[in-house]
């Protein structure tokens, strides 16, 4: 794990500082960079967007497919967590927190807006740092990779319908266009041109140029993501400021929802009986989000001044700290889980 990935929460609360200083300091710039966008898709933050995402689907080997039916039991467990449980969870926290909870703390508006972050982040499978995950938990590298590779490929048919379902149930206005336009231009285009991209450098099988090609690209990765934290946190400085609380309120839930979805995936990999190496890393997929997407998304359907936009940024926030929490306790209960072969 790099030290950009083992302090992520660092940097990221270091983006958030600077990013509401600036925004109060010179609230004119950030609104000429807000007012830069084409079907409600603001092209900087489309550009950094894409800087983060390229890289993790260059990553992707949609070929691993072929492996799907080899020990099954595995990716089952990944994909009911991921695709039946996480939405619907995160959607029920979110309403009961912020309809119930928390109502006296926000407006109606600004609860709306949170509820559709917290969904964002739930139908949002990680991608990248599950890598990270399994590495550390000396997860099955192969096995892993099928894993990704599969929940890539449903995403692409599987988060809109989900999250439009999901914030309809909210009684949130869903915008089908705009939420379409989003799912192609952050997860189709990326998985097309990182698969052309693996296929163009990955010539006689030597991953040894595709390691290098995402190494080049790591650092403008890091930049579009903080650059993309600095942006939002800029937008909202203002309302930051003057309720400083609320980040504090964001992240109560998402705490919630991460450690209880981990402990439902965990206490299901014990009972299936599967071995260490395949249960923990199908744990890490199914409790990590892939913020990127879910931030870009947010961003897309309500805006950068957006309380969506905000929650989605919080659940960068928290999630390195509480996933390598997990990875410690994996880790340390290796014990419970017997050699047995997945099946």
């Not at 419970?336 to 099946?343: D, G, L, Q, S, V």
């Amino acid at each position: 794990m790099g030290l950009f990935e083992r302090y992520l929460s660092l940097w990221v609360a270091l983006c958030i500082a600077a990013g509401v200083i600036l925004g109060n300091l010179i609230p004119g710039v950030f609104a000429q960079i807000a007012a830069l966008e084409y079907a409600h898709v603001n092209l900087v933050v489309a550009v950094l967007i894409w800087l983060m995402i390229y890289p993790i689907m260059v990553q992707v080997d949609f070929s691993s497919i072929k492996d799907v039916g080899k020990k099954p039991k595995g990716l089952i467990l990944t994909l009911v967590i991921n695709w039946l449980i996480k939405p619907f969870t995160m959607a029920l926290l979110g309403w009961l927190f912020f309809k119930g909870l928390f109502a006296d703390f926000v407006d109606p508006q600004s609860a709306g807006e949170y509820i559709a972050g917290m969904i964002l982040l739930g139908v949002a499978p990680c991608t990248a740092m599950v890598f990270i995950w399994s590495q550390l938990t000396k997860g099955d590298a192969n096995y892993t990779l099928v894993q990704v590779s599969v929940n890539d490929v449903i995403m692409i048919f599987a988060f809109a319908p989900i999250t439009a379902f999901l914030l309809g149930i909210s009684d949130i206005h869903v915008p089908w266009e705009t939420l379409l336009i989003s799912v192609v231009l952050y997860v189709v285009l990326p998985l097309v041109a990182g698969a052309l991209t693996r296929k163009r450098l990955d010539k006689g099988n030597d991953h040894s140029r595709i390691e290098a090609f995402v190494n080049r690209l790591k650092p403008w990765s890091i930049i579009g993501l903080l650059a993309t934290v600095i942006l939002l946190f800029g937008f909202q400085a203002e309302t930051i400021i003057t309720k400083p609380m609320i980040i504090l309120l964001i992240a109560i839930p998402l705490l919630i929802q991460t450690y209880g979805i981990f402990a439902i995936a965990y206490f299901a990999a014990k009972q299936l009986k599967l071995p260490h190496n395949v249960a923990a890393p199908a744990c890490m997929i199914g409790t990590s989000n892939f913020f990127e997407l879910a931030v870009a998304v947010a961003i897309s359907l309500f805006g950068l001044h957006s309380g969506a936009a905000l929650a989605t940024v919080v659940g960068v926030l928290v999630e390195v700290p509480v996933m390598l929490s997990l990875v410690w306790f994996a880790n340390r209960t290796r014990h419970w889980f017997e050699p047995h072969n997945a099946e």
